[in-house]
């Protein structure tokens, strides 16, 4: 998560941990439910 919040760009910070895109996504919306918070917000798709 630490290198998510520094990169702002989940592919980036992927590529920083050995982790695809998608396989990097999952584990952040694994983290949003384990904690039941949005401790990694996910995007807005409005600014996308």
Do not use: I, K, Y
Not at 9 to 32: D, E, F, I, K
């Amino acid at each position: 998560m630490t290198r998510s919040l520094e990169e702002r760009n989940v592919t980036r910070a992927g590529q920083r941990v050995g982790l695809t895109q998608p396989a990097m996504s999952a584990a952040l919306a694994r983290l949003r439910r384990h904690f039941d918070a949005p401790c990694c917000p996910a995007p807005d798709p409005a600014t996308t």
